[in-house]
């Protein structure tokens, strides 16, 4: 949904309160928009969105080193670190895509580390880029806000440099609220009332506070030390809904937003939309705490001579992780080991302060563990449907010509095909579209509508809403509808009935797979008459 807001926005030469029944268009924080938008209008095309995540994945390197060097970790035990955290699932997967979850874990990096430095040399320009990177934080999403809790304890020693230029630092305050989720949360209490804006969702749950937080303790867990590729994800689901009480069942549903959330499924494969720190990351960092505290218990809590230096630094540490447990409480979405992506790094220190890391380094089963958790990393970069580096669609042919029974040959196909097509999934909707149709109405919910407007700039889209009359849609160039079947007596009224209101008639009828979850789904084609 981020791309097609953005294309919503070209389309109208401004920003918009889009005019759709999907409210993530417009109620969801847009800092890779801003990112976005300009790339798109100059390039027509989002072949380069890539960049914005890559080059963010490049700064974590620095920036993990930085921060956890300047929070207690040993400066060898930080340079072995840096190079190990950002081969997290989430970060390795999201460096060539356009998602905006790990996008975001540079920016919540370099608050805390441009002002721990500020202490340090006591320029105010370390201070201005902490805000700017704080509130550019926020503007990536608004799960990540609890993250400004570590930020301000580590800006409190240096907020009297701030004093020195009180006109830059307003300017710059105000460039930070510009930038920040600010906007967007103004905007969402003007147009629906609630600054989150999650009322226009009209999700309603009903979970209480510890049964959220135990369940995403359980989500998060699973996801970090689910092997990134698992067979036998299907046994595990099968297993855990024959073992999950009905009535616990029933309060799981009341308290996750998302269909399915309660079901602790696992996938087959780690992919971006789901994957966490990862496999390898997880356990290595789980065998480095547990040998650290087995051979010194008492080196996790060191203040080293109660300094105000020491101090700061723990204020920090108990801080991203007090974010993190708050985040956990009250996240209501399944993807949660995804969504903490910027909250990974920033809670290492705890687990790494120990002096006895260092000896670690030395130690033979962790240097070969390492390269077991960069190898598990490489791999499974390799084989990632989204982005495959090996010739797939070959392979899977010929695998499935010698298994033509196998179910999980088939499966493992449909993923990669599904994968393969999905910047392009409405291709088929658009060999059946009149070729002069500059305005296409679409009934949808959630799909990627974006390759609906490729060629960018030949063609713009109208969401269809259930209140919309055929002279509205007439009055704003609309002609033709592509509409999803399964819409209808959901969000829709039946399908007979609404055709019948608004004088529609179908066209052409076409099945498209467009979610490898799903299967496929009929879509209609209908002219207004």
């Known amino acids: ?298 080196s996790f809590l060191t203040f080293e001579g109660h300094t105000a230096e020491s101090l700061i630094q723990w204020g920090v540490i108990l801080a991203s992780w007090v974010s993190a447990l708050a985040l956990l409480s009250q996240s209501e979405v399944a993807p949660i080991a995804r969504i903490m992506a910027p909250f990974y790094i920033p809670l290492l220190p705890l687990l790494l302060r120990s002096p006895y890391q260092e000896q670690l380094l030395r130690r033979t089963w962790w240097r070969a563990s390492v390269f077991v958790v960069l190898a598990l990393a490489a791999g499974l970069l390799i084989i990632s449907p989204a982005r495959p580096l090996f010739p797939a669609g070959a392979i899977l042919a010929k695998l499935q010509a010698l298994h033509s029974d196998s179910r999980l040959t088939a499966r493992v196909q449909e993923v990669y095909s599904v994968y393969h097509d999905r910047d392009h999934a409405f291709a088929p909707a658009l060999a059946i579209i009149p070729a002069d149709t500059k305005i296409l109405g679409l009934i949808t919910y959630d799909d990627p509508e974006s390759s609906l407007w490729e060629p960018y700039g030949s063609r713009q889209i109208v969401c269809v809403k259930p209140a919309d009359t055929p002279a509205w849609l007439k009055a704003h160039g609309v002609r033709y509808i592509l509409a999803r079947s399964t819409l209808f007596g959901d969000r829709f009224p039946d399908f007979n009935d609404w055709k019948s209101r608004m004088n529609a008639t179908v066209t052409r009828q076409i099945n498209l797979n467009i979610r490898a979850g799903t299967g496929p789904v009929t879509w209609y084609l209908l002219q207004l008459n």
């Not at 602790?264 to 720190?277: C, D, H, I, K, S």
Request: net charge positive; glycine share 6%.
């Open 1 to 298: 949904y981020r791309l097609p807001r953005v294309l919503h926005w070209l389309a109208a030469g401004h920003w918009e309160w889009i005019h759709t029944d999907f409210p993530r268009l417009n109620n969801r924080a847009c800092g890779i928009e801003w990112l976005t938008a300009p790339l798109i209008a100059i390039f027509k095309t989002d072949r380069v969105l890539f960049l914005i995540n890559f080059v963010s994945f490049l700064f974590l390197l620095g920036l993990t080193y930085g921060v956890l060097s300047r929070l207690g970790v040993r400066r060898r035990v930080a340079w072995h670190w840096m190079w190990i955290a950002p081969t997290g699932y989430c970060f390795l997967l999201q460096a060539g895509s356009i998602g905006n979850d790990s996008f975001a874990a540079p920016f919540a990096l370099a608050a805390i580390f441009f002002a721990l430095r500020a202490r340090e040399t006591g320029r105010i320009s370390d201070l201005f880029c902490s805000i700017l990177a704080a509130a550019d934080l926020t503007a990536a999403k608004t799960g990540n806000m609890t993250l400004l809790l570590p930020w301000a304890i580590a800006m409190l020693p240096s907020l009297r440099i701030l004093i020195r230029r009180p006109v830059a630092t307003v300017a710059v305050c105000l460039a930070a609220c510009l930038a920040s989720f600010l906007p967007t949360a103004v905007l969402n209490y003007r147009f629906c009332g609630d600054w989150s804006g999650l009322s226009l969702e009209a999700l309603e749950t009903h979970g209480s506070t510890p049964l959220r937080f135990g369940v995403n303790i359980a989500f998060i867990s699973m996801a970090n030390v689910v092997p990134p590729v698992f067979p036998e994800a299907e046994q595990w689901n099968a297993f855990v809904g024959r073992t999950i009480p009905p009535r616990l069942a029933q309060k799981l549903s009341q308290s996750f937003t998302e269909p399915g959330a309660p079901e602790f499924r696992a996938e087959q494969m780690q992919v971006e939309e789901n994957a966490g720190l990862g496999f390898g990351v997880t356990l290595l960092l789980i065998a480095s705490a547990t040998a650290a505290v087995i051979a010194r218990p008492r």
